[in-house]
């Protein structure tokens, strides 16, 4: 198993701000410019699956696996003899909101996913972050 997190805390948005960002996965490509699309039918809710077409990339499916209204929520996302999760959570601290993404690859294949997928997204999650808290200050 494979797993790398990275944190930052902020004060210029709330975990309700972020929550209503993230919840909002139909409306993903107008701040995340690594993606065509995500497509949600229905609720940000656990078991619920989206569809998410990174930029250059094939779709993949994503499932909700846990979800903790403004405080947490983990998506799965299924690859061939492997699992990657995608663990989000926004915690009130007296620095700010401590926003943590920790990216976990499981399976026989979780070496060849993280090296094609997961060590990408992970690489770009201190911009990533930063654009998401300046998004959501404005909700």
């Known amino acids: 198993m494979w797993s790398k997190s990275h944190s930052i805390i902020t004060r210029k948005a709330t975990k309700e701000q972020m929550w209503k ?3 909002d996965v139909n409306n993903w490509h107008t701040w995340d410019q690594g993606i065509e699309y995500a497509r949600l039918d229905g609720n940000f809710e ?3 699956t989206f569809l998410l077409k990174p930029k250059g990339g ?4 994503i499932e909700l ?3 903790i209204p403004n405080k947490r929520f983990t998506d799965l996302t299924r690859f061939p003899l492997a699992k990657m999760y995608g663990d989000h959570t ?3 601290t007296p620095e700010g909101l401590k926003i943590t993404v920790t990216m976990t ?3 026989v294949l979780g070496f060849l996913w993280k090296k094609i997928v997961a060590q990408d997204i992970v ?3 201190p911009e990533e972050m ?3 808290v300046s998004v959501a200050s404005k909700l």
Request: overall charge positive.
């Open 21 to 23: 960002l993230f919840a």
């Open 46 to 48: 656990k078991g619920n």
């Open 58 to 61: 094939p779709k993949v499916k």
């Open 65 to 67: 696996f846990e979800i």
């Open 90 to 92: 926004f915690e009130e």
């Open 105 to 107: 690859v499981s399976g």
């Open 123 to 125: 690489n770009k999650l």
């Open 130 to 132: 930063r654009n998401q």
